[in-house]
């Protein structure tokens, strides 16, 4: 399917209704509810403890949540209830029709096994039992993300951090997932490895049509990547909207704040 | 109803929260109408609420009060209450955007750069490439440029090469804020020269310019953006 | 004689119930680890407390005992294995496979052919075939549960990108009855095409561990691989330095220290079997070097 069917297509592959999420007295997360499209990318943003990584686990199914439901659409084109899966329907959906990209790689990564395993375990997973191909799928993946070939039998603890973090998006595209969710995926790396892993991430979710849901901090990250960013601030979405009206025209004084905290480039 | 954009009564304030919470009211009543092949340029001094005007046509300033009125896929869908997808399914296909800075995309040649909108909307890599080249040549970008990013670029190279991003596509709408400010006679001439192409293949304008020469050559109209400016 | 002291086979029955209750479950669930809970056993772990715990909850007093360790049934471990069952269930013992009715084994699956009727009790030091990958056992389960094998595969990819090919030798990974992935223990690979459609009942006992799993007589048994490195197998090219046979697995013996060796069956019953029947080897040094045994 081309970009541009996905993106005009009407059908949501993502839905949330009034997600909530309580430890105790406290509501982490509340009353969530928007839907997102195939090919859409959707930022999360706000400060540390605003509730937006806990919603990522909410949508990615890791956690369950006190009230609300997320619905998936299934590559059947059915739109099925996240807790009415089966545990096996679950892990088979984040192997194979997701990607979660951790922030921290050692979180997403086996660090001791060689990268081209790292990259070819999703396929083993699925069935795939032929050594050269899934060699060979993985060094075609290696290239997409820029590391040198000759390191694939090289394990994740030998790279640098960019190089890791690029290995994990690897890892996790390789079964070509519709949807991918990233924790802070720029989060800890140094800018000038920042910005090759932005760019590299903005042409493959351009490139592969991937919907994409991202948690950051860092506004620039939403603009760079998304379409659409949700403002979080003590567990509630606050604001909502295209990404370049959210950060031009903040409408929220929490927003106006965010914005108005970033450093002139 | 003809026209592809369609303003009425259109407003916008900005609410200063940072400042105590000032309303700073831009503009308000805004009212008129962009027919194909029509070049409408918008006059009035700095602050009068140009550039937020063409904002809010694009999208990228909320609309506070009356509609916006976008021709999209042969149905008007008022960009004030629009959804997000929506907004972005219109300036993928409807409205292009030519800036006077280039949002330089790190990495990336000159020639891609230009070519991107066409192969975003399906057009085959080497014939949005070609015509990249078409356009860069008419805008005299040397060939030996074309493979480097623009971020090394000159002040007016670049903006050459965003006039060439934001010409190349096909879009039946386009807003153009101050596209010659930093050019020469010749490179003006040529946007001039495009303007023209584009309103014989009927692509509805809305422009800022604030030399005199270029707006008595490219207006088909001028809508003096004083009258609506918002008595604070 | 029986010890007057203990139990039949040292165990105390309700403990014996207990273990038959595990291999029960694993045998109905094959190639599925049974939690149980392992006895102290008068000996340490690692030396066998798995299996000797699985083959004192099967022994009758009718039964015929043979205790291997690498092959051999004159090395320590099976030596006093062989004893302790003795002197605590005063069963007949045997050096010899055929004879056998219960065969207690470290790391070899016996050269002669097993029959239907014998229980072949394996010791295990780790039951978890995925361990080494999956540090989780809570994680190890799930995916056992779920039939995620992927993991698996990993390993074996490992092998090749280091080394060319699957380098894995012994505890090699094996698919039981087309569902659970096992660990037959580390007995070499040579002896994994033995397991499949045994007619003989194989347990496995893990005492430190805490598991015992089962493959019933006549189950499917495969090795994992991959379609472009299939399952090999692997011995010393040389025949047995005291019985000529060309077909078996044989052990390294440094015969001097001035690099003198010599091969010969890891199964010392197939060897003097065959010695005493008239097969006899070089007693010559072979090259070291291995190859691939179809």
Redesign the interface.
């Known amino acids: 399917m081309s970009e541009l069917s996905r993106l005009d297509n009407d059908q949501p592959l993502l839905v949330a209704e009034g997600l909530a999420k309580n430890y105790g007295q406290l509501a982490a997360c509340r009353d969530v509810s928007f839907s997102l499209y195939p090919g859409e990318v959707l930022a999360i943003v706000g400060e540390s403890g605003s509730g937006k990584s806990t919603l990522l686990q909410l949508l990615s199914a890791q956690l369950a949540p006190s009230a609300g439901c997320v619905s998936y659409r299934m590559r059947d084109g059915v739109l099925r209830d996240l807790a009415d899966l089966g545990e096996a329907e679950r892990r088979f959906l984040f192997r194979t029709d997701w990607g979660y990209v951790h922030q921290d790689p050692a979180q997403g990564l086996r660090m001791a096994v060689s990268a081209g395993a790292n990259v070819g375990e999703r396929l083993m997973a699925v069935g795939w039992n032929h050594y050269g191909r899934i060699r060979d799928t993985a060094s075609t993946w290696l290239e997409r993300v820029e590391i040198d070939v000759g390191r694939i039998d090289d394990a994740p603890k030998t790279y640098s951090g960019g190089m890791r973090q690029r290995l994990q998006i690897a890892r996790n595209l390789v079964t070509e997932p519709r949807l991918v969710f990233m924790d802070e995926p720029t989060g800890g790396l140094d800018v000038s490895v920042q910005a090759r892993l932005l760019d590299l991430m903005r042409n493959l979710v351009s490139e592969l049509g991937l919907a994409a849901i991202i948690v950051t901090h860092d506004l620039a990250v939403a603009r760079l990547l998304s379409h659409r960013v949700m403002v979080m601030k003590g567990g509630r979405v606050i604001e909502t909207g295209l990404t370049d009206q959210v950060l031009d025209d903040p409408r929220e004084p929490y927003t106006q704040l965010l914005v108005s905290s970033i450093l002139p480039p | 109803m003809t026209a592809m954009i369609e303003l009425a009564n259109a407003e916008k304030t900005f609410t200063m929260h940072l400042q105590g919470g000032v309303e700073l009211p831009v503009v308000r009543g805004v009212s008129f109408h962009v027919e194909p092949g029509e070049c409408v340029v918008l006059s009035g001094p700095s602050g009068a609420g140009k550039s937020s005007i063409l904002k809010m046509i694009f999208g990228n300033y909320r609309c506070d009060g009356g509609r916006i009125g976008i021709r999209h896929h042969g149905s008007v869908i008022d960009l004030a209450t629009a959804e997000p997808r929506q907004v972005l399914s219109i300036r993928r296909s409807t409205i292009g955007y030519v800036s006077q800075f280039l949002r330089a995309v790190p990495r990336v040649a000159t020639i891609d750069v230009v070519a991107e909108p066409l192969i975003a909307n399906g057009v085959v890599r080497e014939e949005a490439r070609a015509r990249a080249g078409q356009l860069l040549r008419r805008l005299n970008i040397p060939e030996r440029l074309w493979p480097l990013p623009p971020s090394t670029f000159s002040g007016g190279e670049q903006q050459r090469v965003n006039i060439a991003r934001g010409f190349i596509s096909d879009l039946p709408i386009l807003l153009l804020d101050e596209p010659t400010a930093s050019l020469d006679a010749a490179n003006r001439a040529v946007v001039v020269e495009l303007i023209a192409e584009k309103k014989t293949k009927g692509v509805a304008m809305v422009a800022i310019v604030h030399d005199d020469e270029i707006r008595h050559l490219i207006a088909d109209r001028i809508v003096d953006v004083t009258s609506f400016a918002a008595a604070a | 004689m029986n010890a007057p002291t203990y139990n039949f086979a040292y165990l105390d029955e309700q403990t014996k119930r207990m273990i038959r209750r595990a291999i029960l479950k694993a045998i109905a669930i094959p190639g599925y680890q049974v939690p149980f809970a392992s006895r102290e056993m008068p000996m340490p772990y690692g030396w066998g407390t798995g299996g000797v715990q699985v083959t004192a909850a099967i022994l009758g007093p009718q039964d015929v005992l043979k205790v291997i360790d690498q092959g051999s049934d004159d090395t320590t471990n099976a030596i006093s294995i062989r004893k302790f069952f003795g002197k605590t269930a005063g069963v007949e013992t045997t050096t010899s496979t055929t004879d056998a009715t219960v065969i207690q084994t470290r790391h070899r699956i016996p050269e002669a052919p097993l029959h239907a009727g014998q229980v072949l009790v394996y010791q295990v030091p780790i039951p978890e075939p995925l361990r080494f990958?999956e540090p989780r056992e809570t994680e190890t389960r799930?995916m056992h549960a779920?039939a995620?094998?992927?993991?698996m595969?990993?390993k074996l990819?490992?092998d090749?990108?280091?080394f060319g090919h699957i380098a894995t030798a012994y505890a090699y990974p094996v698919k039981v009855n087309a569902r659970y992935v096992m660990d037959p223990s580390p007995t070499p690979k040579f002896d994994n095409p033995k397991m499949d459609n045994c007619p003989a009942l194989q347990l496995f006992g893990a005492g430190r561990e805490k598991r015992i799993y089962a493959i019933p007589p006549y189950t499917t048994v495969v090795s994992l691989d991959?379609?472009?490195?299939p399952f090999t197998r692997y011995r010393f090219d040389a025949p047995c330095a005291l019985c000529g046979a060309a077909d078996s697995y044989l052990d390294e013996i440094v015969t001097d220290d001035k690099g003198g060796r010599m091969f010969v069956c890891s199964d010392t019953d197939f060897c003097e079997q065959r010695q005493a029947a008239g097969h006899h080897g070089a007693l010559s040094a072979a090259p070291h070097k291995e190859k691939a045994h179809v």
């Open positions: 990958l799930r779920l995620e094998y992927g993991l595969h990993v990819y490992e090749i990108a280091r991959f379609e472009d490195h």
